[in-house]
Every structure is written in structure tokens, then in C-alpha cells.
């Protein structure tokens, strides 16, 4: 069954410096895409980056860039640069479309905490 | 303004009292679904649909119900709500299936007492 594990339950990281969130993935299916949300402490989702399963280079977004590395089924964020408003929740999910189904996975999500 | 609208944003209802969570979006989105979020458990999916047509399980559908007759809108149904249900329920649209983005409403927070 496919999972999405997230280790870190949270974070610290000085402000201006840049922090790795780690999500690992388990799934047998080739096709498959992985996203990251930010959810900040007023509660909305907000959608970061996207990889594709087939993507060669890895996705970038601003100061967000996703580290695929398919081989070790790993999807980790890389905030650069971080600021004092990227404090929030972060999820990882995964979405399976191979079967022709389009259901979301979702990690357990890793709070970072951005220090002044 | 493009939007996904959730009503009531806040319920507290007792076991076993029927209630509707709605959820309308105003972008011609093809793609709709609903989670809940429990805490130390991230989100989980509870139903989603591809379009008016189809319309499918996610991974934790038992007690729900929902509707999709109309491409805008997407109501969650708790026909006996349990208190294992007590949850923040978010619902999410997409373009198509297939989209990178989807984008959240604001969340109904429930209470089952």
C-alpha cells in the first residue's frame, strides 16, 4: 500500500539559513506525483511544489526546490534562505495514478519553526 | 474572487444527528474532494470525485456519504455522526484529476459530542 513518512515532527532553523524537510515514500506503481503543502498557524493549505514521477530535474519553486531522489523513494523540501513566515505545518503527499484512481496520501507533516 | 467555500466553518451536533457539510468552488473545477484532519495523523482522504460521474473511496470513507450532482458543489453527508468523527474537515478542487495544484477551503471544524 503506498505511505508517506514523515520523521521529523518538528524543526528549528535560524532565519536566513536554509532547512531540509524529509519525506520518504513507499509505492509500487511508476507513475506517481508528489507534492508538498504549507499549512500556517491560521489553518489554510497552501500548495508548494510539485514532482512528477518521470521528472528528470528536480522541481523548483522560488526559495522551495524538491530533492527527488526516486532510487531511495525520497522527496524532501529545501526551504532557502528562510524567512520568519515559513513558519507553519509542512506535509508531504503522494498521488497515485496508475490504476486510473486519483487518491492523495498524505504524510503526518513536520512543523518548522523559523527563529529570529 | 476564485474560491472553495465550506458551511458551516464551525459545528458542534450530537451523536447520531444528521448533518451536511458543504462545499462549492467557483472555478469549473472537474476534480473535488474532502479530508479530515486529526492531529498526529495529517490528512487523510475521505472521498473524492473526478468529476460529476465518478466518484470514488479514499482511505477513510467509512461513515460518510457525498453527493456530487452539480460540478460545483461537493457535500460531505454524516448520516450518524460518531464522536470518533470529531475532526477538521478540509475539502479541495482541482482543475482536472490531473492537476498539479489543488486548492483547499478553509476547513470545518466538528465536534461530535
Known amino acids: 500500500a503506498q505511505k508517506i513518512t514523515q520523521t521529523q515532527p518538528g524543526m528549528f532553523v535560524q532565519e536566513k539559513e536554509a532547512v531540509t524537510l524529509d519525506c520518504t515514500y513507499d509505492t509500487s506503481d511508476p507513475s506517481y506525483g508528489l507534492f508538498w503543502y504549507k499549512q500556517p498557524s491560521s489553518g489554510e493549505m497552501i500548495f508548494l511544489i510539485y514532482?512528477?514521477?518521470?521528472?528528470?530535474q528536480n522541481a523548483t519553486e522560488g526559495r522551495y526546490s524538491l530533492n527527488f531522489q526516486k532510487a531511495r523513494k525520497s522527496a524532501n523540501l529545501v526551504i532557502s534562505a528562510s524567512q520568519l513566515g515559513d513558519s507553519a505545518m509542512y506535509f508531504c503527499a503522494m498521488r497515485d495514478v496508475t490504476s486510473g484512481t486519483y487518491k492523495y496520501i498524505f504524510g503526518t507533516g513536520t512543523r518548522l519553526k523559523v527563529l529570529a | 474572487e476564485a474560491q472553495v467555500t465550506q458551511n458551516p466553518r464551525y459545528l458542534i451536533t450530537v451523536t447520531g444527528k444528521k448533518l451536511t457539510v458543504t462545499c462549492s468552488q467557483n472555478m469549473n473545477h472537474e476534480y473535488m474532494s474532502w479530508y479530515r484532519q486529526d492531529p498526529g495523523l495529517g490528512l487523510r482522504q475521505i472521498y473524492y470525485?473526478?468529476?460529476?460521474?465518478?466518484?470514488d473511496k479514499g482511505d477513510v470513507p467509512e461513515g460518510y456519504k457525498v453527493s456530487r450532482k452539480e460540478k460545483r458543489n461537493f457535500p460531505l453527508i454524516l448520516e450518524s455522526p460518531s464522536p470518533n468523527q470529531t475532526s477538521l474537515y478540509f475539502c479541495a478542487s482541482s482543475f482536472s484529476p490531473d492537476s498539479y495544484e489543488q486548492y483547499f477551503g478553509p476547513g470545518t471544524r466538528l465536534t461530535v459530542t
Open positions: 470525485s473526478m468529476n460529476v460521474e465518478v466518484t
Open positions: 514532482q512528477g514521477s518521470y521528472d528528470q
